[in-house]
């Protein structure tokens, strides 16, 4: 799969497959962000990757879902099957650059998890301390982003956005639209 592709075919994922994620697939997506440019090469994230059964169902119960799942309802069988919680040093974060460190390691996680046939949601709308209770990330550690995996369950479509309205929808069929403003909107050349 060529990164553009990839990128042009990459859909947030809410509803997984029943099939385990390994450690392995896991792993692959943090040996990519461990090597993601980072300001000033600070290196001031770490990765708890999760894939163990009692502490998915607790994790689960953490994070907050849109689309299809907050609109009719979690379905069994269908939660995501690992996490990958994205953590930062306290001491070594910077208030100008950290988040962005953060979002550059999530879609490289995002993108590696793609390329193997994985589905994938970051989540910003979390219980952080109940996380870090759950995980044992110690006080000098912010929990900033964490990223559901799984094996998608669902394909959800990109479409125009009309007159601004970027809220995403369900059809009757239970697909997953997801409005994207034209490049027309945001593509300025030479000058704004
Ligand atoms: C920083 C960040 C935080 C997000 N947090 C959540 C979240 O808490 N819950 C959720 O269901 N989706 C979350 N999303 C997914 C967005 O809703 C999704 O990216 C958006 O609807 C566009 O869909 P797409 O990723 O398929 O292009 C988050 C995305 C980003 C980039």
Not at 42 to 57: D, G, H, M, P, Y
Not at 86 to 107: H, L, P, R, W
Not at 135 to 160: D, N, Q
Request: proline share 4%.
């Amino acid at each position: 799969m060529d990164t553009y592709n990839a990128l042009l075919k990459r859909r947030t994922i809410r509803r997984f497959l029943e099939k385990t994620v390994s450690f392995e697939a896991l792993e692959k997506c943090v040996e990519a962000a461990r090597l993601a440019p980072s300001a000033r090469n600070t290196q001031e994230l770490e990765f708890i990757v999760v894939n163990n059964a009692e502490k998915l169902e607790q994790l689960n119960k953490a994070v907050r879902f849109g689309g299809v799942v907050a609109e009719k309802g979690r379905v069994k069988g269908e939660e995501p099957k690992a996490f990958i919680a994205i953590i930062a040093n306290k001491e070594k974060s910077d208030e100008a650059y950290t988040s962005i460190n953060v979002g550059i390691a999530a879609q490289t996680i995002v993108l590696t998890s793609f390329e193997q046939g994985l589905g994938t949601c970051m989540l910003g709308a979390i219980e952080r301390d109940q996380i870090k209770e759950i995980l044992g990330i110690p006080e000098s550690y912010s929990l900033p982003l964490v990223i559901a995996l799984g094996y998608p369950k669902e394909t959800p479509v990109t479409e125009e956005a009309k007159e601004n309205n970027l809220r995403y929808w369900i059809d009757k069929k239970g697909v997953l639209h997801v409005p994207k403003r034209a490049i027309e909107n945001v593509l300025h050349r030479n000058e704004f």
